[in-house]
């Protein structure tokens, strides 16, 4: 007799004619194929419309003669001034310049082509300048199912000196980002960890780690992603409207089927 | 510069129409202007030039030149092995007490003082680790760490964007300070709020070990713009040694792109667990009382440092 398909289990028939059997699974096969296509192609007109539906609500988080702080470089962001400067609001961006990546220097780049007045200063600077800023705006690059907040490295310290000084931390992610995992130790199980190159050189310390002669280890860490806990964020801005993080699981549940959370 | 005060002293000859007093603190007024052409005054050299100019004060009429200046040489002198030098060593004793087996400490740019402490804890034994951080653009921890590791301290080099992901592993930190205002409020180099801050929320003790001739009786509330120094803001769009990193090149003239490169910052303290001085070791609120003390043994005709 013809075997039992293992890959269609839910076809229960087992004593179908093979011809027919080979033809419902083809069909059946591509309907799943068709269906699987569509699905990405939805998502990736999702990811791709995303920014525009958030850019959207810029307007009425920017107002006139506002002064704005971000840290690296999210094209999320990018759209989002821009657009409120198109509706003719006019204001300032500092940029972390986001060492050692030093996406912020892009990010400027960007902001100066597109004709924003933009000033860039160093990691060091955030908590010094935090009070003269009225808005902290940042693109993450996932969220957790508490409302916490992946970034690029240094969001967390911006977060912690925003909230000392009541300076809204806005987050800007398109739902794609949304992640159902809840973060239990974040820091070192959500990270990356890049080369350290970018932090000494290659044979800049080797004339001083000298093992036989007493001298100390060296370590280089080189982290690549922050987290942010839920109670620092003011608002996230998707392109489904803005939200408290406490509301962020709701729309994880919307967005994934239930099989594939874990609450 | 007190040393290149104490050379003015020596070569100083009194002009014959003029007393000693009057005349050297205007030449002193006059080398001050020109050091403070070519950079700012922190804030201790600042009160270092207080008290030479004091001490000219309170010299009396009845010596004679070559008496006054032996006096002013032995001032300066004083005040440099006791305030400074004497200073550091009081502190690391201090510190080293808070240092024990098994601890991570953090530290932050490059301080002489904590440099100190960091080797002298090594070489009495202890077993700790150190988190060296470091931020753009002058990337002065790099001196440090090259100077601890050659004395065989275990570090660990860091940016100041990744002090989150170690903070959880830190069981100290210890920052210098250039001064410390009247209302606890430390001023630092660029970098120190953060790091201060951040220890703050992840609950781990900050030190901050100061000079007491650094203590200042101002009081300032903003942390960046009052009295703060501008560096060269090409440090910024420039990267050395990361040929890769060239965005900004041929953006520097844009009217629309400004670099802001802050040298220093203000930590408030509430952030500050104890800082340590030559005094001992107090909270950020005994500041004021430290500096009413300093300024009164200024006042004291005899040279005797009474602690």
Excluded: W
């Excluded at chain 1, 995992?181 to 050189?201: F, G, I, K, M, Q």
């Amino acid at each position: 007799g013809t075997p039992e398909s293992a890959t269609v289990p839910y076809t229960s028939s087992s004593g179908a004619d093979s011809e027919s059997k080979t033809a419902d699974k083809s069909s059946l096969t591509r309907k799943l194929k068709h269906d699987v296509i569509e699905g990405v192609n939805q998502l990736i007109q999702e990811i791709a419309g995303c920014h525009e539906q958030i850019a959207e609500q810029a307007i009425e988080h920017i107002h006139q003669n506002e002064v704005i702080l971000t840290l690296g470089s999210s094209r999320t962001v990018l759209e989002f001034l821009c657009a409120a400067k198109e509706k003719k609001r006019s204001f300032r961006v500092f940029v972390a310049e986001g060492a050692p990546r030093y996406q912020g220097h892009l990010l400027a780049k960007e902001l100066v082509a597109r004709g924003l007045q933009t000033t860039v200063i160093t990691d060091s600077a955030v908590f010094a300048m935090i009070s003269r800023v009225n808005m902290v705006i940042i693109g993450a690059h996932a969220v957790m199912a508490n409302g916490g907040v992946i970034g690029p490295v240094g969001v967390n310290m911006a977060a912690l000196a925003a909230q000392k000084h009541a300076v809204p931390f806005v987050v800007l992610a398109g739902s794609h980002k949304l992640c159902p995992l809840y973060p239990h130790n974040p820091e070192v199980l959500l990270n990356e960890l890049r080369s350290p190159s970018e932090l000494l050189d290659f044979g800049e310390f080797s004339d001083c780690l000298d093992f036989g002669a007493g001298s100390g280890s060296l370590q280089v860490v080189n982290p690549t992603f922050d987290y942010v806990p839920p109670n620092l964020v003011s608002l996230f801005i998707t392109d489904t409207g803005g939200h408290n993080p406490s509301y962020m699981y709701r729309l994880i549940a919307d967005y994934y089927s239930a099989d594939d959370l874990v609450m | 510069m007190l040393q290149a005060f104490q050379e003015v002293v020596k070569d100083y000859s009194t002009p014959p129409e003029n007393t000693l007093n009057r005349d050297m603190t205007a030449q002193i007024s006059s080398y001050v202007s020109f050091l403070i052409e070519c950079r700012p005054l922190s804030i201790s050299m600042g009160n270092a030039i207080r008290f030479v100019k004091n001490r000219i004060a309170k010299l009396p009429i009845t010596l004679s030149e070559s008496e006054a200046k032996a006096s002013l040489h032995s001032d300066i002198e004083r005040f440099i092995n006791e305030k400074i030098i004497g200073a550091d060593t009081v502190i690391v004793e201090h510190a080293v007490t808070k240092i024990r087996d098994g601890d991570v400490l953090l530290t932050y740019g490059s301080s002489t003082v904590i440099e100190m402490i960091l080797v002298h804890a090594h070489e009495l034994g202890k077993k700790f680790r150190v988190f060296v951080v470091d931020s753009r653009p002058k990337l002065q921890g790099k001196l440090l760490l090259r100077r601890l590791i050659k004395r065989g301290i275990n570090c660990t080099y860091t940016h100041i964007t990744a002090i989150s992901y170690i903070m959880h592993q830190v069981t100290k930190v210890f920052l210098g300070a250039s001064s410390v205002f009247s209302n606890g409020t430390v001023y630092s180099r660029v970098g120190t709020a953060c790091v201060a801050m951040v220890a703050n929320a992840f609950r781990v003790p900050v030190l901050v070990c100061c000079e007491a001739y650094k203590f200042h009786e101002k009081v300032q509330l903003d942390y960046s713009i009052c009295s703060n120094e501008l560096g060269d803001p090409n440090a910024i769009s420039k990267v050395h040694g990361r040929e890769d990193i060239n965005y900004l090149n041929g953006l520097t003239n844009n009217a629309k792109l400004k670099f802001l490169n802050l040298m220093y910052d203000a930590t408030p303290s509430d952030y500050i667990s104890m800082i340590i001085t030559d005094y001992g070791m107090v909270p950020p609120t005994s500041v004021p009382v430290i500096v009413r003390e300093y300024q009164k043994e200024h006042l004291l005709q005899s040279s005797k440092i009474v602690i």
